[in-house]
């Protein structure tokens, strides 16, 4: 998988399909991914468990929409719009966080975050 990426090649699991995207030439790399197709797919799947959502807004923008690839990093809706619909492995909403002075303030006067 990581010689596909490094080539090129985005890769996607649905349901039980291993999706396949990129130039023709590298067809050789795309017929051993579908040779070890169980793996491939179990390997993809393995990613999405474990891709790692933001706990912050945008650093650059302050957005608080996200969108990412299959096993993919977060990547900020309003910053880099997804060129297609396709693309899209999943979608969040983080709520905002009170800032560190709103915190200490909260503590100071004994409240917690709503």
């Not at 929409?65 to 993919?72: K, L, N, Q, V």
């Not at 990093?73 to 309003?78: D, F, L, N, V």
């Not at 969040?92 to 709503?114: C, D, H, M, Q, Y």
Request: glycine share 8%; charged share 25%.
């Amino acid at each position: 998988m990581a010689e596909a990426r490094a080539a090129g090649l985005k890769l996607r699991a649905e349901g039980g399909l291993l999706h396949v995207r990129g130039p023709l030439a590298l067809e050789p790399i795309v017929r051993r991914l579908f040779q070890a197709k169980i793996e491939v797919l179990a390997a993809l799947q393995d990613e999405q468990k474990f891709a790692i959502t933001p706990s912050r807004p945008c650093r650059l923008c302050d957005g608080h929409y996200f969108w990412s690839r299959a096993g993919g990093a977060a990547i900020c809706s309003r910053c880099h719009p997804c060129p297609s619909p396709d693309l899209v492995a999943e979608e969040f909403t983080i709520t905002a966080t009170p800032s560190k002075e709103v915190n200490r303030l909260l503590e100071r006067f004994g409240w917690e975050p709503a």
